[in-house]
């Protein structure tokens, strides 16, 4: 999971993006706080489904 302060930041830039353009360095820090969480999230979900087991019931 992405820090709580990275977190926070890309909170924090997204909520400035509606009422004022970002500056481009705020847009670098934006997209790569972005990426960043994107591949924790994708992690995640991989691990979450290379546990998964499916049972049939039905089968024998």
């Known amino acids: ?5 990275k977190l ?3 909170n ?6 509606k ?4 500056t481009p360095a705020e847009l670098e820090e934006q997209q790569s706080l972005r ?4 591949e924790n999230f ?3 979900f991989r691990d979450q ?5 499916l049972v049939d019931k ?3």
Not at 35 to 38: H, I, Q
């Open 35 to 38: 990426n960043e969480y994107l």
């Open 1 to 5: 999971m992405l820090e709580k302060e």
């Open 19 to 22: 009422v004022t353009p970002l």
């Open 49 to 53: 489904l290379a546990h998964i087991h």
């Open 12 to 17: 924090e830039l997204a909520r400035k993006s």
């Open 42 to 44: 994708r992690k995640g």
């Open 58 to 60: 039905d089968w024998q």
């Open 8 to 10: 926070n930041r890309l």
